[in-house]
Nanobody, 119 residues
Framework: QVQLVESGGGLVQAGGSLRLSCAAS????????MGWFRQAPGKEREFVAR????????NYADSVKGRFTISRDIAKSTVYLQMNSLKPEDTAVYYCNADGSGFGFRNYWGQGTQVTVSS
């Protein structure tokens, strides 16, 4: 019932910036927590950032605090991840997530967008 499409990934040098977008469609997102996860080659998918759709409360992984900012545009049903001061260890496929488990709904995932940070 929720479709997520990520965009904005690419190749940047260390210290650069990227802005990822996740466009959502389908049911209302008011009962969902929207977030970003990433998965590097050979590693498990890890949490990056999340934001509640209704209140805009944010939470970040320690590894990205102070560098990444998650936000949402309610009118556009879009969540963003502004990534600054990128490091090579940020290289991963970034996935958008809609988490409805707190309200008895399932998780939805986008297909991912590749972020590569070169040194």
């Amino acid at each position: 019932q929720v479709q997520l499409v990520e965009s904005g990934g690419g190749l940047v040098q260390a210290g650069g910036s990227l802005r990822l977008s996740c466009a959502a469609s389908g049911r209302t997102l008011t009962r969902y927590v929207m977030g970003w996860f990433r998965q590097a080659p050979g590693k498990e998918r890890e949490f990056v950032a999340r934001i509640t759709w209704s209140a805009g409360s944010r939470n970040y992984a320690d590894s990205v605090k102070g560098r990444f900012t998650i936000s949402r545009d309610i009118a556009k049903s879009t969540v963003y991840l502004q990534m600054n001061s990128l490091k090579p260890e940020d290289t991963a496929v970034y996935y958008c997530n809609a988490d409805g488990s707190g309200f008895g709904f399932r998780n939805y995932w986008g297909q991912g967008t590749q972020v590569t940070v070169s040194s």
